[in-house]
């Protein structure tokens, strides 16, 4: 299982930090990864890390602003989100699949989201 927490509400410009516990034995081949929709539109992926080795994937916008991590004895993963805009907002959404891939259909296990809204 996957779980998230520590969306809300944040100025543009602003920082937040995401958090996906995950819930049982990650292996090492895993991907967890950030995924979000905003309303109306499709779900787009963001970030996404491999449990063993910390390798990462970034969309173009997510590159230059957000940092994913994990911590491993917590079994969590990260998502630090810097100068934020209008446009991030959206619910957030961490997944989970054993294979390196962007396409949201390929990911197993997902949670339940969590909202940000950047206002201005």
């Known amino acids: 299982q996957l779980r998230e927490s520590g969306g809300g509400l944040v100025q543009t410009g602003g920082s937040l930090r995401v958090s996906c516990e995950v819930s049982?034995?990650?292996?090492?081949?895993?991907?967890i990864a950030w995924f979000r929709q905003a309303s109306g539109k499709e779900r787009e992926f963001v970030a996404s890390i491999r449990w063993s080795g910390g390798q990462t994937d970034y969309s173009d916008s997510a590159r230059d602003r957000f940092r994913i991590s994990l911590v491993d004895d917590r079994n969590t993963v990260y998502l630090q989100m810097n100068d934020l805009k209008p446009d991030d907002t959206a619910v957030y959404y961490c997944?989970?699949?054993?294979?390196?891939?962007?396409?949201?259909?390929?990911?197993?296990?997902w949670g339940q989201g969590t909202q940000v809204t950047v206002f201005s």
């Open positions: 049982g034995h990650p292996v090492g081949s895993h991907w």
């Open positions: 997944a989970a699949v054993n294979m390196r891939t962007v396409r949201p259909r390929n990911y197993d296990y």
